[in-house]
């Protein structure tokens, strides 16, 4: 029976119930002479209604007035039924109908009879229409209530007992009720047992399901792994075939050599009789190609000179228009000039003074710089969240306590390292926050000493900053007059514009039709203002070997044979232009500098313009033509990390490159209220005061991100983990997450208990989120189906992590041996945090305890210096993390027995006059160093040169080269020798990542131990290797080795044997096409020398 069905058979029976009584007819009378009349409730909730009065309605057929809590409901007008309900009305009222319930003597009687009666039919006839008049009389005297006066109330003895027969009835009935209710329970019991067993179905079915999905996840990752261990094997087996195939191939290119050899000694005496015919030939030849390349020549430049005619003439006609344009706009300036003179009488002459005022500071404001002091600039500090709150005054200082241990040692210089002469004591550290932790004083109380001018502190040895970042103090030379610093902005600006127009660009290679390859080559070098191109012929005919160099380039046509010299000389020069034009087009890339997020918005930007993707395997050549840098190491971590890109796998192992279109919106969804509250710091109720905090550090990630729990909260986090357990193990209220949504607040289950989880993103296509633990500080990756809901008791407490940027550090942030130092000192450890930012300065910073996002990171709002008060005396923490980060730094080698034998790349960086090679290693300590100089470039000023005492006790300098064509190249640099003398200008300084040693006026030096303790701390890089198997390269060869390898340039390396500091190495590269395969630079220097030494002087 259908919706309308049910509606329209309710409305019938409610209508004649309606009809049947005497107005006014209450609702709930109503449904209760409907449950007596059809033997069940109204049935609004199957029919999806709140109550009977919505499902009546929704038939149309009834009205309803409200008195009170009362509902009178009416019937409308239906002639059909108007003549009964009239009737109805014309009735009298009884006076007293009520029928008073009979006793239980009287009951168990009429029962008894009623047992006995054969007329069960009529009696249950007779008795329903005497319940429905009971129920009439009800709702009359109810709803109808006559005058007080009119009532009569009967005396209580004498009441009306209905006769016998009407009680074994209404027994009868009764019992038939009772009946009923038992069958209506036996039903009941039935559709729980229906339900119970569909209930029990439906958890073995999913069970089943389960156990299903668990057996294809088992065999999903055996299958994987049979095919990890199908692809080791094979590339395993690929490798021993090609070993096998690499040394079958030099025993026969040995084999050949040597029966090469033995030719040529047989055939020796033949060709020196043969020499004067051929040197005959050769000179013919050289004469007719000489006058067919002059004649080429001169036709060209008769070209050259009429092409320059003509642009000479367009040119002189266009800067004789831009004369004359210039003319005029000159006399239109004078006239101007001259009637502003007439009119200036009414122009104002403090509006004057105030432009002049305004220009002044436009010029003066870029070198408005504080100097910077241990590694904070006006620019420094900035990235650490105090450069701009300190009222132009310079930043806070390196800080130590006074009374934290200190380092005895002697002042340090070029020529004297120092060695930290201290060890931290191992001692019980506060594992537990819950521990009693003395409170008495602040760690400014306990960390007092002798005054600074009673025990001066080493050379090397930090200062204590100031109480606030307010009350810091300059501390240096007296500024410039604002007119000295227009003159040197001015004067600035000139030589940068003079650099510009030093280098001169290289012409590139044209190829022109009318040209063969040897005359195109000519005019390439002719062009450029090189020499002309010098061939050299190897061996006799039919086996002629060429090679053609150019500008210190040498390009051979081995091992292609040519019959006659003509044909040799054209197939090298056609060699030659290619790999030139291929050079051109494929410039040497540079390691990627680039932040991570700058990374992923500049590829997403070129990935939106091939909307069908960009394949895995060719994203390398791609980025560096379209770049001109090379992919970072973590490139797939950060491509898998960033909502932008995603990545579709393809034919196994290929992957696809697409970018997330930006236009589409994001989608609708109801806010919820998951937002939890902030938590409020104990700031002191005076500005000036300290804040020094009792916290317990739960993860580090870097030194501006250390997360830590303030212990005065930590009884109230206990509790709410034990009542997020409690509730949470009652699988009742485990409410899985359908979609999570970016910031929402979310619940997942790990070991040690449940935790709160703030989602930072989502990758709807694999069904994952990266989470941020919030009272914690750590992030994780998790399955949407491993997210369950968060009661909102559970939202009440604020987060309990709190990010801090450790002060002075600012500079590790990036430092790829930061972490493990940072997880061994801080991690899980209860410290006194000596909070350096004021509330003000929070609260402009974001107000947030958690950190303010920005690009994707977080920046702390909170700055601030670290204590370990566990021991005697306190410990500077930022110190000894900074020291302990030096310390753990490796130097790069090659000298591992790891390495000896395995294939490393690097970067030629140098290759110095005995022929030893200065390597880089290609790794994350490089390209920490690459973004530390850029990130130091950006920060210098005139204030940080260096002066003659600066050179005495810094290790380290910073070196602007601008030796190549005027333009400017950064380097860490060492000086070679002690200054003796203050008045010397030029130094030799030693270029510890590359390798090479230049004379460095000092104008060009700058102090980096003052601006950036993390690099100037940093291992060199540069490392030298020896060839192996090699006779001493000198002179021409020395030439050739360099034009093979210049600077920066990519190779292997392998090494081969230890050579005290320096290790015998082979060292293979690519030819000019990234497509050709390596070659062995050893073998083709031994093949150039005894090639060399074999071949008669004047050939």
């Not at 069905?5 to 005497?22: C, D, F, M, N, P």
């Not at 610093?485 to 650099?499: E, F, I, M, P, Y």
């Not at 210096?865 to 021991?871: A, E, F, P, Q, V």
């Amino acid at each position: 029976m259908d919706k309308e069905e049910v509606l329209k058979h309710v409305g019938k029976v409610v209508r004649a119930l309606i009809t049947s009584a005497k107005p006014p007819v209450e609702l709930r009378s109503i449904c209760r002479d409907y449950v007596a009349i059809e033997g069940e409730p109204i049935p609004f909730r199957k029919l999806g209604y709140m109550n009977p009065q919505q499902m009546l309605q929704d038939t149309q057929e009834f009205n309803f007035q409200s008195y009170g809590s009362e509902i009178i409901i009416t019937a409308k007008y239906n002639a059909k039924t108007e003549h009964i309900a009239s009737m109805v009305r014309k009735q009298k009222c009884s006076k007293s109908r009520s029928i008073s319930k009979p006793s239980p003597a009287a009951q168990r009687a009429n029962s008894q009879r009623a047992n006995n009666s054969c007329n069960s039919h009529n009696n249950n006839h007779f008795q329903s229409n005497y319940q429905h008049q009971q129920q009439r009389s009800y709702q009359q005297q109810q709803y109808w209530r006559p005058p007080p006066t009119q009532v009569y109330l009967p005396p209580a003895p004498q009441q009306f007992h209905p006769p016998s027969q009407v009680h074994d009835r209404w027994e009868h009935s009764r019992n038939l009720q009772q009946e009923q209710q038992k069958e209506q329970q036996k039903e009941q019991q039935r559709r729980l047992q229906e339900q119970e067993v569909l209930a029990r179905a439906k958890r073995e079915q999913d069970l089943r399901e389960q156990e299903l999905s668990a057996r294809f996840k088992r065999e999903e990752e055996l299958r994987v792994c049979i095919e990890q261990e199908l692809k080791s094997k094979l590339s395993t087996e690929l490798q021993a075939r090609l070993k096998k195939e690499q040394a079958r191939f030099e025993e026969e290119f040995q084999v050949r050599l040597k029966e090469q050899l033995q030719l040529f000694k047989k055939h020796q005496e033949h060709e020196l009789k043969k020499r004067t015919e051929d040197l005959e030939n050769q000179n013919k030849a050289y004469q007719r190609q000489k006058q067919e390349e002059e004649l080429k020549e001169f036709k060209n430049k008769e070209q050259q000179r009429r092409e320059q005619e003509s642009k000479e003439q367009v040119r002189k006609k266009q800067e004789k228009k831009e004369q004359e344009r210039i003319d005029n706009e000159k006399r239109d300036r004078c006239d101007r000039y001259a009637r502003k003179t007439r009119q200036g009488c009414d122009q104002s002459v403090d509006m004057r003074s105030v432009k002049l005022d305004h220009e002044k500071i436009v010029l003066t404001i870029a070198n408005d710089k504080a100097p910077a002091m241990n590694g904070h600039g006006q620019n420094h500090v900035g990235s650490n969240g105090q450069g701009k709150y300190n009222g132009g005054k310079p930043p806070l200082r390196a800080i130590l306590g006074h009374s934290a241990p200190q380092r005895h040692q002697a002042p340090s210089s070029v020529f004297n390292t120092p060695e930290s002469s201290y060890n931290r004591p191992f001692h019980p550290r506060v594992l537990h926050p819950g521990m009693a932790r003395s409170t008495g004083s602040s760690v400014n109380h306990r960390l007092k000493v002798k005054s600074q001018s009673d025990a001066p502190a080493p050379a090397g040895a930090p200062i204590t900053p100031p109480a606030s970042p307010e009350n810091a103090q300059i501390k240096s030379a007296a500024k410039p007059s604002p007119k000295d610093d227009v003159l040197r902005v001015q004067d600035t600006q000139v030589k940068a514009g003079k650099s510009k127009t030093i280098g001169k660009p290289k012409v590139p290679l044209k190829i022109n039709a009318s040209f063969d390859a040897v005359s195109s080559l000519n005019l390439y070098c002719e062009a450029n203002g090189f020499e002309k191109p010098s061939y050299n012929i190897f061996n006799k005919p039919p086996r002629l070997h060429c090679s053609v160099r150019i500008d210190g380039d040498v390009y051979s046509s081995y091992p292609e044979e040519f019959a006659a010299e003509e044909t040799a000389y054209q197939r090298t020069a056609q060699i030659a232009i290619q790999r030139i034009q291929h050079a051109e087009s494929h410039q040497q890339l540079s390691v990627c500098t680039l932040s991570n997020e700058e990374f992923i918005d500049g590829l997403h930007k070129e990935l939106l313009k091939y909307p069908h993707g960009i394949l895995g395997h060719k994203l390398e050549d791609w980025y560096g033509s379209t770049f001109r840098q090379h992919l970072p190491s973590h490139w797939y971590d950060l491509i898998i990390e960033s909502n932008k890109i995603r990545v579709e796998h393809g034919i196994d192992p290929r992957i696809i490159l697409f970018a997330n279109d930006p236009g589409i919106p994001e989608p609708i969804r109801i806010s919820t209220n998951s937002m939890l509250p902030q938590l409020k710091l104990p700031w002191q109720s005076s500005e000036s005061g300290t804040h020094d905090l009792n916290m317990f550090i739960s993860h580090c990630d870097s030194t501006k991100r250390v997360w830590a729990r303030l212990i005065d909260q930590i009884a109230n986090f206990e509790e709410l983990t034990k009542h997020m357990g409690r509730q949470m193990a009652v699988p009742l209220f485990r409410q899985k997450v359908g979609k999570p949504y970016v910031d929402e607040i979310y619940l997942v289950e790990l070991p040690d208990g449940w935790n709160r989880v703030r989602v930072i993103s989502v990758n709807e296509e694999q069904r994952s989120c990266s989470c941020h633990f919030v009272d914690f500080g750590d992030v994780a990756l998790f399955e949407s189906e491993e997210l369950f809901q968060c009661p909102p008791q559970f939202l009440v407490l604020p987060p309990q992590a709190v990010c801090l940027s450790m002060y002075a550090l600012d500079k590790f942030e990036d430092h790829p041996h930061a972490q493990a130092v940072l997880t061994k000192e801080l991690d899980g450890q209860s410290v006194v945090a000596h909070v350096l930012t004021t509330e003000a300065q929070f609260l402009e910073l974001g107000g947030d305890p958690q950190g303010v996002l920005e690009n994707g990171k977080r920046r702390a709002c909170l700055v601030a210096t670290l204590y370990d008060t566990s021991t005697a005396e306190d410990i500077h923490l930022n110190d000894l993390v900074a020291g302990r980060i030096t310390k753990c730094t490796p130097a790069p080698t090659l000298c591992d027995e790891e390495k000896i034998g395995k294939t490393t790349p690097v970067l030629v960086s140098h290759i110095n006059d005995d022929g030893d090679l200065l390597v880089l290693l290609r790794n994350d300590d490089l390209k920490f160093v690459e973004r530390s100089i850029a990130q130091t470039v950006a920060d210098l000023g005139e204030q940080d040169r260096v002066s003659y005492s600066d050179l005495l006790h810094d290790r380290h300098v910073f070196v602007c080269d601008e030796s190549v064509e005027g333009l400017k190249q950064w380097f860490r640099g060492r000086l070679a020798t002690r200054p003796k003398n203050p008045e010397e200008e030029t130094f030799d300084v030693y270029y510890v990542d590359d390798g090479r040693q230049r004379k460095t006026h000092i104008s060009n030096i700058y102090r980096l131990e003052a601006n950036n303790r993390a690099l100037a701390t940093f291992p060199p890089q540069a490392l030298p290797v020896r060839l192996h198997d090699v006779p001493e390269i000198a002179g021409q060869m020395l030439g050739r080795l360099r034009g093979l390898m210049p600077a920066r340039s990519q190779a292997l390396l392998k090494v081969v044997a230890k050579d005290g500091a320096k290790p015998l190495v082979n060292v293979f590269i690519r030819g000019q096409d990234p497509e050709s395969m390596y070659m062995c630079v050893n073998i083709g220097l031994r093949m150039e020398f005894e090639m060399a030494g074999s071949l008669p002087n004047d050939i």
